[in-house]
């Protein structure tokens, strides 16, 4: 089947049309201030299992926020404030 030159030339030309049209959206910008990581990052941020992660949120040690029911995200700067020094330090 020929498709008639004027046609593919309409159809190359919306093509077109519509890539440059998502490339003109204006994109959102995301705070650079503080990330947030999953689950697992946050794990292997602390050099611990998921599963411990998971138990410091149950229980209060850390904040989480969640994008829908299965999408969790934890600050950084709330896992370093989560860690407590241990030993070393003042001697009496």
């Known amino acids: ?3 008639p030159l ?5 159809l190359a030309a919306s093509i077109d049309a519509g ?3 998502a490339t003109r959206r204006p994109q959102k910008k ?3 201030d ?7 990052d946050a794990a292997a941020y602390l050099a611990v299992d998921p599963m411990t992660v998971r138990n410091m949120l149950k229980d209060g040690r850390l904040r989480a926020w969640t994008l829908g029911p299965r ?5 950084l700067s709330d896992l370093d404030a989560a860690l407590q020094p241990y030993g ?3 001697v009496t």
């Open 1 to 3: 089947m020929k498709f």
């Open 88 to 90: 070393g330090g003042n």
């Open 30 to 32: 995301v705070a650079t």
């Open 19 to 21: 890539a440059n049209r």
């Open 71 to 75: 999408v969790v995200r934890i600050k």
């Open 6 to 10: 004027l046609l593919i030339a309409a």
């Open 34 to 40: 503080d990330h947030f990581v999953s689950i697992s």
